[in-house]
């Protein structure tokens, strides 16, 4: 296997609306998320990136700055989190109060489903889909990526050639790494919820 890159992945410190849907609400770090941010800063100063793509929402943006990372970076719009609609800021059980019939059909077919007033899954999809092809075929071989726990997810299962069927199965924590060695072949998962 030829050696191509290696991937970081970390996402964004815990938000204000920690237990809520929150995809394209642009909203901010707790103090938890701080914590968890600056502690994760600390133990990866001494890593060198080539490029660092970072989601453009606000809870990203935050992390990447208390990260005191020095490297290149850019904003990459892909890189958002799905658009949860008409869902966006509401508990499980006040969804399943008001819309008990769109989330029975979430579960029965998720691949074809569209957040009520918001963005379908497999456009979310084709969009993640096309940023990691965009990053597997830079010329960077040290990449950070600063972005959401569903975008995660969705690179993880593209990266290591994983159905996304299976996305649920990567729990991804707030403010914690994780990394992905990618060959020719495909990527092998080296650390997962690094927290520093």
């Known amino acids: 296997m ?5 991937i970081h992945f970390i996402r964004h410190g815990r938000t204000t609306m920690n237990g809520r849907y929150v995809g394209s609400l642009d909203i901010g770090l707790s103090s938890t998320g701080t914590e968890q941010v600056e502690r994760l800063g600390k133990s990866i100063e001494k890593i060198s990136f080539d490029h660092i793509y970072c989601s453009p929402m606000l809870r990203c943006r935050q992390t990447l700055d208390l990260l005191l990372l020095n ?55 084709d969009r993640i889909f096309n940023a ?16 959401h726990g569903g975008v995660i997810r969705y690179l993880l299962c ?23 060695k990618l060959y020719s072949e495909g990527g092998v998962l080296t650390k997962f919820n690094f927290a520093g």
């Open 2 to 6: 030829k050696y191509a890159k290696d």
């Open 71 to 125: 490297d290149t970076y850019e904003y990459l719009n892909q890189l958002k989190e799905i658009d949860f609609g008409h869902w966006e800021g509401k508990s499980f059980d006040e969804i399943v109060k008001t819309g008990k019939e769109q989330v029975d059909r979430w579960v029965q077919e998720p691949d074809l489903f569209c957040f009520p007033g918001g963005e379908s899954v497999v456009d979310f999809q």
């Open 132 to 147: 990691g092809r965009q990053i597997a075929q830079n010329r960077h071989q040290k990449v950070l990526i600063v972005a």
């Open 158 to 180: 593209y990266f290591l050639n994983l159905s996304v069927k299976n996305y649920l199965v990567f729990d991804v924590q707030p403010g914690k790494m994780c990394c992905v």
